[in-house]
């Protein structure tokens, strides 16, 4: 494995874990903020520290017109669409039905990845991503509590919207580096947020310096540096290799539950986090391999 996808893979694992302690942030900052106003102040401080990053790592670059469009489309897919269904979903299901749904995005830009961008998956990495979700199943105890229909069509159409990012934005660093690509992403995605500002109230009197140092964890953590490093790892590896990498989000939960808040672990869950953890190193390998072969037939 080559230094930039190792960077990659490493860059992931810290991204992940971030996403995966971020629960117990939006838990606590939702105490003022609702979803969707959350999801745009974060996005809008993120932008705000991101800009100068831009302009230190590729000073002049800049979205041309013609880009405009694609650029646009990819934000608002993987920002403000993806959580407004996310979201939605998670109001009207059971978070351990929601879990094992988004699990299946891994799937969904598998198969994308190969129709759309003609990239071969290995049967293994296909039968480690299915085994991936089995993982997830063990960790949230092997229960399913059901919800509405909507609710689950909701999250289903949050697997859609961010498979379809993924893949839109795979092309886009023949055009950008990384950092203007997340740049520019979540400034549409912040962006087309504000029409939906409209049916939410914020409680500013609310807020706290704890809450404001959770959100701030948000903000410039998760959507700020969080989302550079995943466009990052998705310019260096494959999309499905990406995508697997979410399923991890559980697994970093369930290990700080236990030493944040001192959950009991029990044994099915250790066995589930070692699922994934293995599935997740054997489609890392197998991408790996591939892209060598890739590289030696050339």
């Given at each position: 494995?080559d ?13 992940v ?28 401080i993120?932008?705000?520290?991101l ?9 002049g670059e800049?979205l041309?017109?013609k880009?405009i ?25 059971s978070s351990?039905d ?14 994308a ?8 998956l ?33 999250m ?12 839109i934005?795979k092309?886009?660093?023949n ?5 203007a ?24 009197e ?5 809450i ?7 903000a410039?953590g ?23 990498f ?6 970093f939960?369930?290990?700080?539950s236990y ?23 054997i489609?890392?390998i ?12 050339l």
């Amino acid at each position: 494995m080559d230094k930039k996808k190792v960077k990659a893979v490493l860059l992931l694992l810290f991204t992940v874990m971030m996403y995966g302690l971020s629960f117990v942030s939006i838990k606590i900052s939702m105490v003022v903020f609702p979803p969707i106003s959350m999801a745009f102040y974060r996005f809008l401080i993120a932008c705000f520290v991101l800009y100068p990053i831009l302009q230190r790592l590729s000073p002049g670059e800049k979205l041309k017109k013609k880009n405009i469009p694609l650029m646009a489309i990819s934000g608002i897919l993987g920002i403000t669409l993806y959580f407004y269904l996310e979201n939605n979903g998670v109001l009207r299901i059971s978070s351990n039905d929601a879990s094992i749904i988004i699990a299946m995005i891994p799937i969904a830009a598998a198969i994308a990845e190969s129709i759309f961008l003609k990239k071969k998956l290995s049967l293994i990495s296909l039968l480690a991503i299915f085994t991936s979700i089995f993982g997830i199943y063990m960790i949230i105890g092997g229960k399913l509590d059901g919800g509405s229909a909507l609710g689950y069509l909701y999250m289903i159409g949050a697997i859609l919207a961010f498979t379809a990012f993924l893949i839109i934005t795979k092309p886009l660093f023949n055009l950008y580096s990384d950092i203007a690509v997340t740049f520019y992403q979540g400034l549409f995605g912040t962006i087309a947020f504000i029409p939906f500002l409209l049916f939410e109230k914020v409680r500013w009197e609310l807020l706290t310096p704890t809450i404001l140092f959770h959100f701030l964890f948000l903000a410039i953590g998760c959507s700020a540096l969080g989302n550079y490093f995943y466009l990052y790892a998705l310019n260096n590896l494959s999309v499905a290799t990406a995508a697997i990498f979410m399923n991890l989000i559980p697994v970093f939960t369930f290990i700080f539950s236990y030493f944040i808040f001192g959950d009991t672990l029990s044994l099915p869950q250790l066995v589930g986090a070692m699922v994934v953890i293995i599935s997740v190193s054997i489609v890392t390998i197998q991408d790996s391999r591939l892209a060598k072969k890739k590289q030696l037939q050339l």
